[in-house]
Nanobody
Framework: QVQLVESGGGLVQAGGSLRLSCAAS????????MGWFRQAPGKEREFVAA????????NYADSVKGRFTIWRDNSKNMVYLQMNSLNPEDTAVYYC??????????????????WGKGTLVTVSS
C-alpha cells in the first residue's frame, strides 16, 4: 500500500520559515516525480512545486518562486519543501504528491497517482 506522509507543518509568524517533509512508502519512489500542492480554506487545490524523479528539473508556482525550495533524497524516499519568507497567503493544507509522468502542474492535479493526507501550515500576520 502506497503512503505519502507529510510532516513539518505548524503555526509560524509572517516572515518566518518552515520545512515540510514527505516520507514515501513507494518502492518505485526513485522513478516517480514528486510535487507539493496546497489548498486554502474555500479555495481549490493549487500547484506549489515539483521535482523530477532524478532531481534535475524543478518547477515552482510564481507565487512561491524565490521563497520556496524543493528537493529530494531518493536514498531515503523523502521529498522536502523549504518555505522562507512566509506570508499569511501561504496559509493552507500542504499535500505531497507522487506522479509517474512529467510535468507536474496544476493541470495534472486530477490525475496525480498518489496523494498524502496533508499538513497544515498557518502563517499569522
Amino acid at each position: 500500500q502506497v503512503q505519502l506522509v507529510e510532516s513539518g507543518g505548524g503555526l509560524v509568524q509572517a516572515g518566518g520559515s518552515l520545512r515540510l517533509s514527505c516520507a514515501a512508502s513507494l518502492h518505485t519512489f526513485s522513478r516517480h516525480n514528486m510535487g507539493w500542492f496546497r489548498q486554502a480554506p474555500g479555495k481549490e487545490r493549487e500547484f506549489v512545486a515539483a521535482i523530477s524523479w532524478n532531481g534535475v528539473i524543478v518547477n515552482y508556482a510564481d507565487s512561491v518562486k524565490g521563497r520556496f525550495t524543493i528537493w529530494r533524497d531518493n536514498s531515503k524516499n523523502m521529498v522536502y519543501l523549504q518555505m522562507n519568507s512566509l506570508n499569511p497567503e501561504d496559509t493552507a493544507v500542504y499535500y505531497c504528491a507522487a506522479h509517474s509522468s512529467w510535468p507536474i502542474t496544476i493541470a495534472t492535479v486530477k490525475g496525480i497517482n498518489y496523494w498524502g493526507k496533508g499538513t497544515l501550515v498557518t502563517v499569522s500576520s
